[in-house]
Structures are given as C-alpha cells and as structure tokens.
C-alpha cells in the first residue's frame, strides 16, 4: 500500500517569496492533516480537511499561509509571503476516521 | 499550544536496557497515541489506547494510561540501536474530531 507522499523534499527560499507544497493522501482517506513541526518541538496542526472541506484552520496563519483540498484528494499547502519563522518542516497526513494517522516524509522549509 | 508534555527531555541508554518515557496532558481525552520520529523522517505511528484502557501492549512496547493523572507511559524494553529516534504521545479530544495535539517529545539515544 502506497504511503503518504509530500513534494517537494527540501525548499529554501528567501524571506517575502512564496512557495507551495503538496500532499496526496493514502488512496481512500477521507481526513487530510497539515501540521508544522519547528524543529525541537512537536507537531503542530494547521489546518485539517474531512474530504473537500475544512474541519478545523483554528491555528492557520490565515494572513499569509492558505490550503487547499480540490476534489477530495490532493492537497496544496501555500505561504506568501514567507517569513523567517516559517522555517520549519510541513507535515502531510491522513486517515479514516477512528483510526491513527499516516504521515507523509514531510517538506523541509529553510527561509533565509 | 501543546497539550502534553514528555518527560524526560532526553534519555540515553545502552543497547538491551529497558527505556521509559512519560507523557502528561491538560484536558479529557478520547484516545492516546504515541509516534516514533527518525531524524528527518515522518511520524510512525507505534501504538494507540483509548481512554477507557488502561494498558495496551506491541511487540516490545508497553503502553499505560492513568486518566485520572492525565498521564501516560510508554516503556520500550530490550532497546537497539535501532530504537534512537524521538518519541511524541498525541491526544485527540474525541470520536469525528481526530485532530492531535503533539507533545514536546523525548529525544531517545541507544549506545551500542
């Protein structure tokens, strides 16, 4: 069974740029999850999507960071403009309900 | 905000000891769950206990759950050098809403 994949690895970007990230969830999961996880410290969420739609983006820096779930599958996760505390990596996982979570290899972003 | 917090930070053992982490949270929850973090990697998911149980076991780990306490444990027994990796517990609140709250993690190192 196929796991969850993230793209792209590695990203290293200046401050004030704009990237994006994507994430395409086991085959069948209906729950999407974005986490950031700065380094030292746990996971944190961002955003989560039950198919299309959003569940909870409580913690979403919603000025600057914004997420997406088109038809239920892939997901994009963008920030524009990126600052220096963006620096982190971002987790994508995914699940059926009640069950654990599968995460992704995550995206290491370095803003310089 | 983090929900739980590990303790301890750090731990360092030699090959074939037992390792025993501790993990603390603030609110009620529905399910514990505890991830292991390679260097690097994505989140694996090792085990998850429900609030209504009380221990749970996996191979050579051992999970146990006080709600009165708010804590957990999670003992790994016989360790390799394998097993270095930092370890999270996890909480969600309840069924239909699975969104995890990380802990700050146990950063845990096997000397051969």
């Known amino acids: 069974e196929a796991g969850v994949a993230q793209s792209p690895r590695y990203k290293i970007i200046e401050k004030r740029q704009s990237v994006a990230f994507w994430c395409n969830p086991i085959s069948g999961h209906a729950t999407l999850y974005w986490y950031q996880q700065i380094l030292g410290q746990g996971p944190k969420l961002l955003i989560q999507f039950q198919n299309n739609g959003v569940v909870d983006d409580s913690q979403l820096p919603k000025d600057r960071f914004s997420a997406e779930r088109l038809k239920g599958v892939d997901s994009t996760l963008k920030i524009q403009p990126a600052k220096l505390e963006d620096s982190a990596v971002y987790l994508c996982?995914?699940?059926?309900?009640?069950?654990?979570?599968?995460f992704g290899p995550g995206t290491r972003l370095t803003v310089l | 905000s983090q929900q739980g917090e590990e303790d301890p930070q750090a731990l360092s053992i030699q090959e074939g000891e037992n390792a025993t982490m501790n993990c603390s949270y603030k609110?009620?929850?529905?399910?514990l769950q505890w991830y292991r973090q390679n260097s690097g990697r994505g989140l694996v998911h090792l085990i998850l206990i429900r609030s209504n149980e009380r221990e749970k076991h996996s191979g050579r780990l051992r999970v146990t759950l006080d709600t009165s306490k708010k804590s957990s444990s999670l003992l790994i027994t016989a360790s390799r050098a394998a097993d270095t990796a930092s370890y999270f517990c996890a909480t969600d609140l309840s069924f239909g809403n699975e969104k995890l709250t990380f802990g700050t993690g146990t950063r845990l190192t096997i000397i051969p």
């Open positions: 609110t009620s929850i529905n399910n």
């Open positions: 996982a995914s699940n059926e309900r009640g069950t654990e979570q599968f």
